[in-house]
């Protein structure tokens, strides 16, 4: 069964159609890079994903269970917003990080209140996990550094380790490195690259064609809001069906 399935979702902006007719599935342990020029409506996927965003048809179902249906108005309910939110990890572009709170804090604060509200492993056990989870980072000395102290290569990975800390099924990266000088997005892609070698089930929105290549297990090619082209990075990548698909490819493989 599938972790993520996401079926014939629509999404306007007034009279803009920004999706039409999104659908795919993801496996556990799999993961999906969505690449496609600005604008295709890459960011505004991930947004319906985590219910920043409600689309105008079609449905999202995690694990098998339906989380979203356009058609289903007792899927939408407020109150239970939070809770499928957590399904999903979201790693944006700009870090995000609260300022005043140092790396540590920024990956243990989201887990302390959900505990906090809900129950579940003791505050010294967050600390630890937190920890742990800086380490896996490459940021084991850096826990106690306030964002302005750590660079935005460091700070990306503050993020990433502040979104596994929540146990989502799916993280979700929104072109990670593409705030990052070329010197620091290595450090932030080789991060992502070892969580996909752990199977960690993610979708990675990305413009480096290379890494998109190299880390998934599936690729998707948006262009206008539609998906034009879906499968096998190495056959997408090397042998494109759609001609909108070999121009596109064509504009990186040209620098
Ligand atoms: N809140 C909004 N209101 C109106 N139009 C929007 C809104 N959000 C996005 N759009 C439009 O939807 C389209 C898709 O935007 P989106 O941000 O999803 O593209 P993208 O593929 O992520 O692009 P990029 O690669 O530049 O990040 C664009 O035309 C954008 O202007
Ligand atoms: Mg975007």
């Known amino acids: 069964m599938a972790i993520l399935a996401v079926q014939h979702i629509e999404k306007h902006f007034g009279d803009t159609q920004v999706l039409s007719d999104i659908s795919f599935s993801l496996e556990e342990g799999q993961a999906l890079s969505i690449i496609g020029s600005s604008g295709s409506g890459k960011t505004t996927l991930l947004r319906c994903l985590n219910f920043l965003e409600r689309p105008d048809h079609g449905s999202i179902a995690v694990k098998g269970g339906v989380i979203f249906d356009a058609a289903d108005p007792s899927t939408q309910a407020e109150k239970d917003i939070r809770q499928k939110r957590l399904h999903f990890g979201l790693v944006f572009q700009n870090f995000n990080l609260f300022p005043q709170y140092t790396a540590l804090q920024n990956v243990t604060l989201a887990r ?12 010294e056990e967050i600390i630890k996990a937190g920890r742990e989870l800086l380490a896996q980072m490459g940021l084991a000395d850096r826990a106690d550094h306030y964002p302005h102290q750590l660079s935005g290569g460091q700070q990306q990975r503050v993020a990433i ?17 593409s705030a990052l000088d070329p010197e620091l997005t290595g450090e932030v892609l080789r991060v992502i690259r070892s969580l996909a070698e752990q199977k960690t089930t993610m979708i990675i929105v990305t413009h480096d064609m290379a890494f998109a290549r190299d880390v998934a297990d599936q690729v998707i090619f948006m262009d206008g809001g539609i998906i034009v082209e879906q499968g096998d990075p190495r056959e997408v990548f090397d042998h494109p069906k759609e001609e909108r698909t070999k121009q596109f490819l064509s504009r990186y493989a040209n620098g």
């Open 112 to 123: 302390e209140l959900l505990v906090k509200e809900r129950g579940g492993e003791s505050k």
């Open 161 to 177: 380790a502040r979104a596994l800390a929540l146990h989502p099924d799916i993280l979700c990266f929104d072109e990670p490195t």
